[in-house]
T-cell receptor
Framework: ETGVTQTPRHLVMGMTNKKSLKCEQHLGHNAMYWYKQSAKKPLELMFVYNFKEQTENNSVPSRFSPECPNSSHLFLHLHTLQPEDSALYLC???????????????FGEGSWLTVV | AQTVTQSQPEMSVQEAETVTLSCTYDTSESDYYLFWYKQPPSRQMILVIRQEAYKQQNATENRFSVNFQKAAKSFSLKISDSQLGDAAMYFCAYRSTNFGNEKLTFGTGTRLTIIP
């Protein structure tokens, strides 16, 4: 248990569906991240939020829509996805105390997404 | 942009023996952090060990140690007395010290198999 909880753990959705992934951290962190992990590829950073504000969008298609209502919660809204979007989506968080603080990024267990 | 390369897609080692996983990276920064993460079948990314680039001393965590060669931009992980529970994917990761750029850049991973 690392304090970063992701739900659902598994999700199967059709290309026309709308669904959401949820991430919650209980660590008092103020930075949250979405990563995508596909087979045989490095983990890809998707979005970064610091103090609820999006600070990075790594050229992610608009069919992925993040939402960060507060520093403890992060959502990834999914709509009209493609089969190639099937992957493990990992949420992570960190305490951004100061520049170069070296704090550790903690990960959740991931949400397996299958688009059919 | 920083890149991380893990040239060994798969490695295996006899239980109780020692194994070394390789990682090289490319950066123009002089100060940064390097990490090894472990991802077991549960898919949760677990921090194994971290190294601050300004420190010459190699980091050690129980059976895990690194060989950090800054000039060569090399960061290998040595696992001593390998145990069955060490079987997992191992990812090398880089992180800048620049405030607001604390995202992790990952390699493609090395799958480690422990032979009983």
């Amino acid at each position: 248990e690392t304090g970063v909880t992701q739900t659902p753990r598994h999700l199967v959705m059709g290309m026309t569906n709308k669904k959401s992934l949820k991430c919650e951290q209980h660590l008092g962190h103020n930075a949250m991240y979405w990563y995508k992990q596909s087979a045989k590829k490095p983990l890809e950073l998707m979005f970064v939020y610091n103090f609820k504000e999006q600070t990075e969008n790594n050229s992610v298609p608009s069919r992925f829509s993040p939402e960060c209502p507060n520093s403890s919660h992060l959502f990834l809204h999914l709509h009209t996805l493609q089969p190639e979007d099937s992957a493990l989506y990992l949420c992570a968080s960190m305490l951004e105390a100061s520049a170069g603080s070296g704090n550790t990024i903690y990960f959740g267990e991931g949400s397996w997404l299958t688009v059919v | 942009a920083q890149t991380v390369t893990q040239s060994q897609p798969e490695m295996s080692v006899q239980e109780a023996e020692t194994v070394t996983l390789s990682c090289t990276y490319d950066t123009s920064e002089s100060d940064y952090y390097l990490f090894w993460y472990k991802q077991p079948p549960s898919r949760q990314m677990i921090l194994v060990i971290r190294q601050e680039a300004y420190k010459q001393q190699n980091a050690t965590e129980n059976r895990f140690s690194v060989n950090f060669q800054k000039a060569a931009k090399s960061f290998s992980l040595k696992i001593s007395d390998s145990q069955l529970g060490d079987a997992a994917m191992y990812f090398c990761a880089y992180r800048s010290t620049n405030f607001g750029n604390e995202k992790l850049t990952f390699g493609t991973g090395t799958r480690l198999t422990i032979i009983p």
